[in-house]
């Protein structure tokens, strides 16, 4: 048996950017013949059919409504399963992690070779916007399984600084792609809009877009404020944003949140959009920057590495005062940026050793 | 002073708010006139009593002036007395403190909401005269009246006392150099932006050279998210949950100067509170607090926690710049009594009769 390329998503939530990343990837190494094998630590190992990775990753796309915010979640399905031996992995096998948690050491013992794919380090740059379990398990991590590392292959500068200084070697960065879906056929919202995706909650700075809207509004003529439309997964901290949006009834009809975007649904406000802005500072992989590029929208980006607009999302002033100035003077559209998962995995490919 | 009775009804919210205090001085100021048989109090939806004794007297009567103080919205039966009242002959005069409820929905519940922007829709509709702390206030209170087509009866200003809180000469609990944010912990004070300023103030200082940034205050709405990151622990930031007056003024007598980052304030009770205690106050440049701060409190953005660094940094490395402005407020600061509010107050409800 050939080398096996192990992808652990272990703590990645479904719906998550992390967890869309690896099944992404995981996707695209199996299209290019690569024996990819999924797998999470619960704490014996578990491996995954792709088929099961896409079940435990994808989460159905829901609009909140007034009604919807407060309604008791449904109960969740759980179609993880073993579907085969957990066999650790054997010499020679590539073990990627694509977060920090918890310890990965066991997986070293039989000389396999670890590497840290890592998708979103805000649990060591910003560990007040996580919860407290990941940040511990990252300290677990950093503990226990970075000695056995490799080498660390980070989405950007911003985040391989971060992983060095958590004394994490980073040799290469690599990025992701757009969801790459298929545009909604119709308009995917009647009234012109900005589109705003990213991690719903402190990490992904949702927060601060109401304060941005309310100094558009109440510095910018009637009518010239565009409606906001937010859409990405459920983060750490995202009650007291969701209770303040139903408060006002969505900044009073002019914003809809989406709770894990279809890549169609997505592909559609990314098309339809007057500009996109993520929120997200540069920590995660630029989702939302690269859905953007991909259908040619303009991008006022957090994420810095991919060649949008940047800004600080910390600061609502200068986001409202960036979007203002986009307003008043809108962007040229950028050339649609065609990069695919399939893209991705070459990369990667070329990264790891043969 | 006509010998018509003055009778103030306070809203259970208005009964834990300055009015406690303008509410007790007036009490005082009316006493001291040797009137104190003319004033009555009706807390929430109680019956009016005599302050003096807590003996009850009879409903308002044609003559009389009734102060709706502080926003009556959660009182069911306050509209329908006020209009007994009218029908009656007596007078009304309201004090509205600021619209953040209409201004700002997303911080209230969507019930409470509704029911302010009824109770105010018809309580100026009902008063002869409305009372309002600042001119931010008339602002918001005209464009609501031209948006429900409410005509203005009267609108007077009055500038309210300046604290509630004691000088203090206990030892501050807080050891080391701090600057102090004096206020709940609730999304209408403006935390985040304070909290960004002290992240990017921690990348300019050398450590351990950063004074604290203590945070102190009651409990408010929507804050649970900030009251748990907090407790994880932020690097130079205390916070101190519920302390008492006397621990309040013991925090304001040891800081180097404080902060009030409120977006949308009627008045700023802690820029004045500040400066009766000879404290520099940093303050948002919007809504009534350059008002009562004036030309001694320095202003930021509310949404910049660029321009709150770049203000702080200045202030706590020019030790003498600090010093100079300290000087210039306890020269400066034209000193408000809750006395005087209260007779300046007689004095605007005197002249409707």
């Known amino acids: 048996m050939g080398r096996r390329i192990w992808i652990d998503v272990t703590g990645l939530r479904p719906g998550s950017d992390a967890g869309l990343y690896g099944l992404h990837l995981a996707e695209a190494l199996a299209c290019a013949g690569q024996p990819v094998q999924p797998c999470l630590r619960a704490p014996g190992l578990i491996a995954l059919s792709l088929n099961n990775l896409r079940a435990a990753m994808t989460v159905a796309p829901l609009e909140l409504t007034q009604a919807e915010l407060f309604r008791p979640a449904p109960p969740r399905e759980t179609p993880l399963q073993s579907e085969d031996s957990a066999d650790l992995p054997a010499a020679g096998d590539l073990v990627i992690f694509l977060s920090l948690r918890g310890d990965g050491s066991r997986m070293a013992q039989n000389g396999a070779m670890l590497v840290l794919l890592a998708t979103n380090v805000t649990t060591l740059s910003r560990p007040e916007w996580r919860w407290p379990r990941e940040v511990d398990e990252a300290a677990i991590f950093l503990r226990d399984t970075a000695p056995h590392i490799a080498f660390g292959i980070a989405q950007a500068e911003e985040s391989a600084g971060v992983l060095r200084r958590a004394g994490i070697s980073v040799h290469r960065t690599m990025r992701g792609a757009a969801d790459g879906g298929t545009p909604v056929p119709n308009p995917s919202h009647p009234r012109p809009f900005i589109f705003a995706s990213g991690e719903i909650g402190e990490a992904g700075q949702t927060r601060q877009l109401l304060p941005v809207w309310r100094r558009l509004l109440e510095t910018m003529p009637e009518g010239a404020v565009p409606d906001l439309i937010i859409a990405g997964p459920i983060g750490p901290q995202a009650a007291d944003v969701l209770e303040q949006l139903w408060n006002c009834r969505f900044i009073e009809g002019r914003a809809r949140v989406i709770l894990f975007p279809s890549p169609a649904q997505i592909a559609g406000f990314a098309r339809d959009c007057v500009f996109a802005i993520s929120m997200s500072p540069g920590t995660g992989w630029g989702r939302g920057t690269l859905n953007a590029q991909c259908m040619g929208a303009p991008c006022l980006s957090a994420f810095h590495s991919y060649g949008a607009v940047p800004f600080d999302p910390e600061n609502p002033a200068a986001v409202a005062a960036r979007i203002r100035a986009w307003l008043v003077d809108p962007p040229v559209k950028p050339p649609l940026f065609n990069r695919t998962w399939d893209d991705a995995a070459r990369d990667l490919l070329r990264i790891l050793p043969a | 002073m006509t010998r018509n009775r003055l009778l103030i009804a306070v809203s259970p919210a208005a009964v834990e708010s300055e009015w406690r205090s303008v509410v007790g001085a007036l009490a005082g100021a009316i006493e001291a006139l040797g009137q104190a048989d003319m004033l009555a109090i009706r807390t929430g939806s109680s019956g009016w009593v005599r302050p003096a004794d807590r003996a009850p007297v009879t409903a308002p009567e044609y003559g009389d002036t009734i102060l709706v103080a502080g926003c009556g919205a959660d009182d069911a039966t306050q509209i329908g007395l006020l209009e007994a009242a009218r029908i009656a002959g007596a007078r009304v005069a309201v004090y509205v403190h600021d619209l953040t409820p209409l201004r700002r929905p997303e911080w209230f519940a969507p019930d409470h909401t509704a029911r302010f922007g009824h109770w105010l829709q018809t309580v100026l509709s009902l008063a002869q005269l409305v009372i309002i702390p600042s001119s931010a206030t008339g602002r918001d209170l005209d464009a609501f009246r031209r948006r429900h087509n409410i005509a203005d009866h009267g609108t007077r200003k009055l500038r309210l006392g300046d604290g509630v809180l004691p000088s203090s000469s206990d030892p501050s609990p807080i050891q080391g150099p701090y600057v102090l944010l004096a206020a709940p912990f609730d999304q209408r ?165």
């Not at chain 2, 804050?223 to 302390?243: H, I, K, N, S, Y």
Request: aromatic share 8%.
């Open chain 2, 189 to 353: 004070t403006g935390h985040g932006v304070v909290l960004s300023a002290w992240r990017r103030l921690g990348a300019r200082f050398a450590p351990g050279t950063l004074p604290r940034l203590v945070l102190a205050g009651g409990e408010g709405h929507l804050c649970g998210e900030l009251r748990e990151r907090l407790a994880r622990g932020l690097p130079d930031v205390t916070a101190q949950f519920g302390p008492s007056p006397a621990e309040l003024a013991a925090l304001f007598a040891g800081c180097l100067f404080t902060i009030l980052p409120a977006p949308v304030e009627g008045w700023g009770l802690p820029v004045t509170e500040s400066f009766a205690l000879g404290k520099p106050v940093f303050a948002a440049n919007s809504g009534g607090l350059p008002e009562a701060g004036q030309r001694l409190a320095r202003y930021f953005d509310p949404l910049d926690p660029d321009d709150l660094a770049r203000n702080v940094e200045r202030a706590l490395r020019d030790q003498g710049d600090l010093s100079r402005w300290q000087a210039e407020i306890a020269r400066g600061h034209q000193k408000r009594g809750w006395m005087d509010a209260a007779m300046e107050l007689l004095g605007l409800i005197a002249a409707l009769a």
